[in-house]
């Protein structure tokens, strides 16, 4: 068998792991799934009516409004809530050394975290579609069309390639999975600060400054327009530039961790 | 020549150095393994065992010297080195969300072994390491030296031809001791190459045909158990002591002994002379000081105590790493 066959049946092995890893330990896969959609619901049930009636622009200013206003916001959150758990998994190879027994075999070198990232992904893709589906549920309108929806998911996907290559980092950078399952929480509450729950305009200048050039802002932005089935602005672009760094950064510090970093 | 070097030696380390910062683990090691022997390398917590396991075994870069192991560059040819080698680190790294079973079936597909001959290997292996009843039940469920055993059969599962033994029976108790020890020695016979570290003077006496003695990163002895124990041709006298009072006057009229205030003993190398007793004996001042006297025939413990100037519960000086 050539390199490249060995590479795909060594991720593959890894990925079947991360799978086994996955349906064992339910409980987290439930709480990082369950965790946006608490906040979807909370959101559109609860502060749904009051903040809806002050977006600006919104045809009727209902709970409807504010449910596709905030669902950029609640996907960007599922994509970095999933990446928590990849952190945590990765953290844990490092912490009980098994990650040190893989890099003493002669398997294909990124195969080992490629099985963390396409495992995490999987993971993401359902939690996707099982948020989208209670979105639809709850009365999401959209208007895109089936070249928009295609743009949604392969941005979707990109997004969730850099983040997960990001937080496979971030566990290898941490001393132990306590560590890994705090680390990535600032993902989870970016959409916060930038424009997922509110338009930016309505922040004070300073905090505004940073809602609107924090990467997460562009690719909500993007999520957005998409849904909206607005034309492709240049929000998709700068979202696409800014998986482009994330997933990059993530990539090659994850790369140079596993070569060096000795497990602790 | 250079073929008959790669097949004599499984392991050949020349001029090895490796520090941290201002603290250096190894400072220039040379030892050479021939294929087919057991070489274990015994040294107190923080002597630089496991810094020179994870060199050997492709872990860690070396700051210094060449090191081949199976007959190539541990740096240059890393991969290579992977192929001929198995590791059992100090701790057991096995996935414990996954069965004994998959854990070992994991090792056969990274190891690119084809389904039947997996099956068969993994099943030999669950049979051989008393582990077949608990083999579909989750690693995390298993006792402490289920986990070492499981841990070392997914070792074994790619048929290394030289394993890596990192203190493989630190924390296990006596019985589970024992099992490993007839494990390692299946293996020596057949023919795999076994390179272990311990603190246990008595495990590298039980299985190394070669022991080196690690000592703040140097390689103070290096030899057969016997070979080290002709070193010390007396082993030790140990004095006990009425008190502590007693104890304290016994050391400051004998700067060479080694105290032990818990047991109220002094330990004292000695060359088994009747002439070297008494001449130590008369340098007592208080018989009633002294209650008891023991005279032990040399093991390894005592090796240790002439060539590093500790017994080997103590640690050295370096921090552990």
């Known amino acids: 068998m050539s390199d490249a066959t060995y590479a795909v049946r060594d991720s593959a092995t890894m990925l079947r792991r991360n799978l086994t890893h996955m349906a064992r330990y339910p409980s987290m896969t439930v709480m990082l799934v369950g965790q946006p959609l608490l906040f979807l619901l909370l959101f ?18 209902d709970r409807g409004d504010y449910l596709t206003y905030i669902t950029p916001g609640i996907l960007m959150m599922t994509v970095a809530s999933v990446s928590i758990g990849t952190a945590v998994l990765v953290a844990t190879d490092m912490k009980n050394g098994i990650i040190d027994r893989f890099r003493t075999m002669p398997i294909t070198k990124p195969a080992v975290l490629t099985g963390h990232v396409l495992g995490a992904m999987i993971q993401t893709a359902l939690a996707l579609v099982a948020l989208l589906g209670v979105a639809f549920l709850i009365g999401l309108r959209t208007g895109a069309s089936a070249t928009q929806w295609l743009g949604l998911a392969g941005l979707l996907v990109l997004l969730s390639l850099a983040m997960t290559w990001f937080t496979v980092a971030l566990g290898l950078a941490s001393p132990d999975p306590e560590t890994a399952s705090n680390l990535p929480m600032i993902f989870v509450l970016l959409p916060f600060v930038g ?23 562009p690719i909500m ?40 970093r000795a497990a602790s | 020549m250079v073929r008959m070097t790669t097949r004599t030696y499984a392991i050949e380390v020349a001029g090895l150095r490796k520090s941290y910062g201002d603290h250096q683990v190894l400072a220039g090691v040379d030892l050479t393994v021939p294929a087919g022997s057991v070489y274990a390398l015994l040294g107190p917590n923080g002597a630089g065992k496991t810094t020179a396991v994870r060199i050997l075994s ?28 198995g590791v059992t680190g100090q701790f057991s790294a096995v996935d414990e969300l996954l069965t004994g079973r998959e854990n070992l079936l994991l090792m056969a597909d990274l190891g690119h072994l084809d389904r039947h001959r997996a099956q068969l290997v993994v099943g030999r292996l669950l049979e051989r390491f008393d582990l077949a009843d608990a083999a579909d039940r989750r690693a995390a469920t298993y006792s402490g030296g289920m986990k070492r055993r499981l841990d070392l059969a997914m070792t074994l599962v790619p048929g290394p031809r030289l394993i890596f033994l990192d203190e493989p029976t630190t924390g296990l108790d006596p019985r589970s001791r024992r099992d490993l020890w007839g494990i390692v020695r299946e293996l020596v016979a057949d023919e795999v190459t076994v390179f272990l570290t311990t603190q246990y003077l008595e495990e590298a006496d039980q299985l190394a045909d070669r022991i080196g003695v690690l000592d703040g990163g140097r390689l103070v002895a290096e030899g057969t158990a016997a070979e080290l124990k002709r070193l010390i041709p007396g082993g030790r006298v140990q004095l006990q002591a009425a008190g502590n009072e007693q104890l304290a006057q016994l050391v400051s009229q004998l700067p060479e002994a ?55 519960d103590e640690p050295s000086q370096e921090m552990p790493v």
């Open chain 2, 58 to 85: 492709t872990l860690l870069p070396a700051d210094a010297g060449a090191v081949r192991v199976a007959g190539h560059d541990v740096r240059r040819e890393a991969d290579r080195v992977r192929a001929s080698i």
């Open chain 2, 258 to 312: 080694i105290p032990d205030a818990e047991t109220l003993t002094v330990t004292l190398p000695h060359d088994g002379s009747l002439t070297a007793l008494r001449r130590l004996l008369d340098r007592i001042e208080d018989d009633g000081a002294v209650t008891g006297l023991a005279v032990h025939t040399p093991d390894l413990d005592d090796v240790f105590l002439a060539l590093t100037g500790r017994p080997t």
């Open chain 1, 44 to 61: 559109v049930y609860v502060f749904g009516a009051a903040m809806g009636a002050s977006l600006p622009g919104a045809p009727a200013g």
């Open chain 1, 195 to 217: 424009s997922g729950f509110v338009p930016v305009e309505s922040m004070p200048a300073g905090l505004r400054r940073f809602a609107e050039h924090q990467p997460f802002t």
């Open chain 1, 221 to 260: 932005d993007a999520f957005r327009g998409l849904l909206a089935g607005a034309p492709a602005g240049p929000d998709v672009l700068l979202a696409v530039g800014w998986c482009a760094v994330i997933g990059l950064t993530g990539y090659l510090w994850s790369r140079r961790l596993y070569r060096t």
